[in-house]
């Protein structure tokens, strides 16, 4: 019998089998989300009908053909989802007529029997890493609810690692999937860029911008990556490659690969538990090359660059007519992104083509390179600084400090998270592009060694 912390594949298994039915998972899961949300706020929109019409279909279907039958999902507000407007954490797209259609990913979910029960807070527009919203109030980190959740998929980090739903989808931009489940304590997956469609979403960086899921146990992840995977000729990004299961070598284990720890910019600075998480899944993995990531600093600083004007392009229009209805945090970094000198970009541009055939180089020597998530544990909310090697940084700019040199060149990564006390934290498995099968591979043996779970907070 499934109940509220089994996971996506147990629940699909039990409804599959009989033992209970997609309504009744359906109602335990929309019971769960009155109950707690008023405490964590990581919805901001329940489909409670949708949900349970879905749910009815699923119970009437061929369950051998569903591989996630009866499985609650939210995803990120960012997601178009039919009959309600595609907010993006903003006040300002509250105006906008619903959808007219669903996300992609989304059907696809729903075609493997998946039942959506809502949509989820996040930063506004996607530019922030705190899951803090000025218009919906913050997500709040299930482990602790005077802490930050994470952004900017701050809600789907807080409903999954909160118990509220097994599975939920998010976007990375520079880090906004990995910073969460670090924070909140779950696996997420940023899978390559190109590979899952991102049509029907709300945009922020179109040449960072990646969409993945996060949930409590890997085979989740892997389960509903699979299903979303295929081509899409709606998204510009999305690479015509076929279908690549990662689910048939979940379980093969980590012999034969060849697994290092990324040193110098990825250690610089770090927290004493960011180290410790790190040390934890090396020493698991007999991780104990260390290799350097060439002009890291100087990836982050052009991502900046990237993302910054990339996002004021974007937003130029709004920002001279709706100026006062931003988040002022957004606002501002939107205006100085659009006066950085065309020349700046250009160099920004032509240095990410250099450093990605430079990490691509590394690939040769190895499968896999372990990275911290997040340089420490979760913030205060309202948090405005945190010490990191003896300096005093902004919390919103720096959560992603090593994150931001992996989108940037859009590789495949699965942030695992490491259960320490008293607040999680997790490392990033970085892998070649399209090798997500060896990053999941990783992170199940890691998990099936009990180094990396996703703790149960005690709401």
Known sequence: MADSWSSSSDIAKAVAAGQVS????????????GKLNPALNAFTAVTAARARAQAKKVDAADKSKLPLAGVPFAVKNLFDVEGIPTVAGSKINRAHKPAQKDSPLIARLEAAGAVLVGALNMGEYAYDFTGENVHDGPSRNPHDLTRMSGGSSGGSGSAVGGGLVPLALGSDTNGSIRVPSSLCGIFGLKPTYGRLSRANSFPFVASLDHLGPFARAVRDLALSYDVMQGFDAEDAACVDRGIEPTLPSLDKGISGLRIVTAGGYFKKGASAEALSALDAVAKALGAATEIEIPEAA??????????TTEGAALHLGRLRQQAGDFDPAVRDRLIAGAMVPATLVVKAQNFRRWYRDRVLDLFKDCDAVLAPATPVTAPKLGQVTFTLDGVELPVRANM????????????????????????????????????????????????????????????
């Open 22 to 33: 997609a309504t009744d998972v359906t109602e335990a899961a929309l019971a769960r989300i």
């Open 298 to 307: 100087r990836a982050r600083a052009a991502a900046y660059v990237i993302t």
């Open 400 to 459: 992603g400090i090593y994150t931001q040199p992996i989108s940037f060149i859009g590789l495949p990564v699965v942030a695992v998270p490491v259960p320490l006390k008293p607040l999680p934290l997790a490392v990033q498995i970085i892998c070649a592009p399209w090798r997500e099968d060896i990053a999941l591979r990783i992170a199940c043996a890691l998990e099936q060694m009990g180094v990396c779970a996703a703790p149960r907070p005690n709401l």
